[in-house]
């Protein structure tokens, strides 16, 4: 399995991966740096370091993660499909619910490195803004909590990843139910239900402050059924490559029925 999660690794090397981590990790401490901004135009005494750092978790689940994750997911389902390695994969004596494995491994440890660098742009944002209670304590704890956070929305929006393998390109229209999907939460939230959404679930398993009422187990019981669904999706719908390759060989022999044939030279039979 090792060996696997690492040829996935070396699949990504010349694609842009490591531009979307830095991208998608920007964007989110980007905008809380512009909402405390303002917050500090107003009053500069009102806002401290965790308070800066617990409303990028909340951009982060609401607005860029499930999008960002699901971008990352598409592209390491996707490269199978865009590298033209379909028909090579067959061929190999490993079973196909083995290379799903390896790329959710993959996917999970981008995940980690989108969080971590997050976790970077937050401190670099918070030592801009001057913010007080930059400590040991919050630093470790905003870290364990941007990490745990990610890696829930990453079991949220799994389904759709492997959903949406099932095409080449087929994540690209999931993108828009993926930023629908971390936007409703705030919704869920503010109605008392947040706990059984799976994009906020991870909330109350990281321990976020200011969460109405709710139970641990809930949460737990959404992240579970998340787990079992993308279980049950790899373990019901193993064959995507088959198909695909089925498919490729009927669209090239009808192609190459259409195709006439070359005409003789003139003159000549």
Not at 98 to 118: E, P, R
Not at 151 to 158: D, G, H, Y
Not at 206 to 216: D, H, K, N, T
């Amino acid at each position: 399995m090792l060996h696997l999660v690492t040829c996935e690794a070396w699949k990504l090397k010349r694609s842009a991966i490591v531009w979307i981590i830095l991208a998608g990790a920007f964007f989110s401490a980007f905008v809380t740096f512009l909402q405390f901004v303002m917050a500090q135009s107003i009053d500069s005494q009102s806002v401290n370091f965790e308070e800066f750092y617990t409303a990028t978790i909340w951009n982060d689940f609401s607005m860029a993660f499930p999008v960002v994750i699901t971008i990352m997911g598409g592209m390491v389902f996707n490269q199978e499909y865009s590298n033209g390695t379909l028909k090579s994969i067959i061929t190999i004596p490993i079973s196909i619910r083995k290379l799903y494995g390896a790329k959710v491994i993959a996917i999970g440890i981008l995940t980690l490195a989108l969080s971590v660098a997050s976790y970077l742009f937050v401190i670099a944002g918070a030592h801009a803004l001057r913010l007080d209670g930059i400590d040991g304590f919050h630093l470790v704890k905003s870290f364990l909590q941007t990490c745990g956070m990610a890696l829930c929305i990453f079991i949220a929006v799994l389904p759709l990843i492997i959903w949406g393998f099932r095409k080449v390109n087929g994540y690209y229209p999931l993108l828009s139910v993926a930023f629908m999907y971390g936007f409703f939460g705030i919704v869920f939230i503010s109605r008392g239900i947040g706990d059984f959404y799976p994009i906020t679930a991870g909330l109350r398993i990281i321990g976020y402050a200011g969460l109405p009422e709710g139970g641990m187990l809930a949460a737990c019981m959404a992240m579970a059924a998340m787990i079992c669904i993308s279980v049950a999706m790899i373990c019901l719908i193993p064959y995507s490559y088959e198909r695909a390759i089925q498919v490729e060989r009927r669209r090239s022999s009808s192609q190459s029925r259409q195709t006439p044939a070359p005409a003789p030279p003139h003159g000549k039979c």
